[in-house]
Nanobody
Framework: QVQLVESGGGLVQPGGALRLSCAAS????????MAWYRQAPGKQRELVAGITSDGIPDYADSVKDRFTISRDNAKNTVYLQMNSLKPEDTAAYYC?????????WGRGTQVTVSS
């Protein structure tokens, strides 16, 4: 059974930082492309960042230079370090795993950026 379990969300003030984690099980983690998506109320789900099995990252323009995606294949875990958070970063954040596309999704973790 595939499980992707996100953690690390919460309430943070503008300009603050959070680190999201996603622990994967039931998949061959090392060959998967991992990614983080987010969905804000009333908005479409969007890709935030992805990382290939070789560790090559890509980012949405809106988070470049603020967010960093990384992975630890020994721990089957992918991370999203989020710095300089803005109110518009408020959303539910979802971890995904797949080969050519996201085949598996976590349940999400809420990030709220507010003063």
């Amino acid at each position: 059974q595939v499980q992707l379990v996100e953690s690390g969300g919460g309430l943070v003030q503008p300009g603050g930082a959070l680190r999201l984690s996603c622990a994967a099980s039931g998949i061959t983690f090392s060959i998967c492309r991992m990614a983080w998506y987010r969905q804000a109320p009333g908005k479409q789900r969007e890709l935030v960042a992805g990382i290939t099995s070789d560790g090559i990252p890509d980012y949405a323009d809106s988070v470049k230079d603020r967010f960093t995606i990384s992975r630890d294949n020994a721990k089957n875990t992918v991370y999203l370090q989020m710095n300089s958070l803005k109110p518009e970063d408020t959303a539910a954040y979802y971890c995904t795993a797949g080969i050519l596309k996201p085949n598996y999704w976590g349940r999400g973790t809420q990030v709220t950026v507010s003063s």
